[in-house]
């Protein structure tokens, strides 16, 4: 899992309510990305960091805001939960090192919006 | 723009079987391919990649994949199917294109492997 943590691991909310999910990493990687995971749609990226405070937006960044104060840490925000934002959703670094170009993902947080 | 097709969304095979999961891409310039598996509630695993060099790739679990630049596929393949392997199997490309690191993937192809 190349030190990708994510929490929480699983969330209820109700619509209308702010929601933050928290992408940790050790490895001091530049890259990292938030992608939802749903049916019939495989993975779609939100957001990506190429850096400390340099990110950039996905596919299906709409509703979403992200933040990085720090290499380890990639915080994604849903200002105001919605039920189409249901889904599960992975962080994910990209090594730059010649020779390991791909991708590692975290566990996965399940968010369930009422 | 840079694209993935993955045109099963789902394989059966009996055990023992060879199989095949198809992956379909389109790009401008020199392809970076990738294969990832996703077992239940897990994240995605790296099985394999083709960057350059060899057309026929080989990765984890015995799986492999042929690059065919002609027909701009990169199947994945393996020679004896277990029930092991039944999962759900992500082709992947990064994007050259833009200078970034993102990747685009495909839908996803279920693979069911019956005993």
């Known amino acids: 899992d190349a030190g990708i943590t994510q929490s929480p691991r699983h969330k209820v909310t109700e619509t209308g309510t702010p929601v933050t999910l928290r992408c940790h990493q050790t490895?001091?990687?530049?890259?990292m990305y938030w992608y939802r995971q749903d049916p019939g749609h495989g993975l779609r990226l939100i957001h990506y960091?190429?850096?400390?405070?340099?990110?950039d937006k996905g596919e299906v960044s709409d509703g979403y805001s992200v933040s990085r104060s720090k290499t380890e840490d990639f915080l994604l925000t849903l200002e105001s939960a919605t039920s189409s934002q249901t889904s599960v959703y992975f962080c994910?670094?990209?090594?730059?090192?010649?020779?390991?170009?791909?991708?590692?993902f975290g566990p996965g947080t399940r968010l369930l919006v009422l | 723009a840079q694209s993935v097709a993955q045109p099963e969304d789902q394989v059966n095979v009996a055990e023992g079987n060879p199989l095949t999961v198809k992956c379909t891409y389109s790009v401008s310039g020199n392809p970076y391919l990738f294969w990832y598996v996703q077992y239940p509630n897990r994240g995605l695993q790296f099985l394999l990649k083709?960057?350059?060099?060899?057309?026929l790739v080989k990765g984890s679990y015995g799986f492999e994949a042929e690059f065919n630049k002609s027909q701009t596929s990169f199947h994945l393949k393996k020679p004896s199917a277990l029930v092991s392997d039944s999962a759900l199997y992500f082709c992947?490309?990064?994007?050259?294109?833009?200078?970034?690191?993102?990747?685009?993937f495909g839908t996803g192809t279920r693979l069911k492997v019956l005993a």
């Open positions: 490895e001091n990687h530049r890259y």
């Open positions: 083709y960057i350059t060099g060899d057309n």
């Open positions: 960091s190429y850096g400390v405070k340099d990110t």
């Open positions: 994910a670094i990209s090594p730059e090192r010649t020779g390991e170009e791909t991708q590692y």
């Open positions: 992947a490309v990064r994007d050259t294109d833009s200078g970034t690191y993102k990747y685009i």
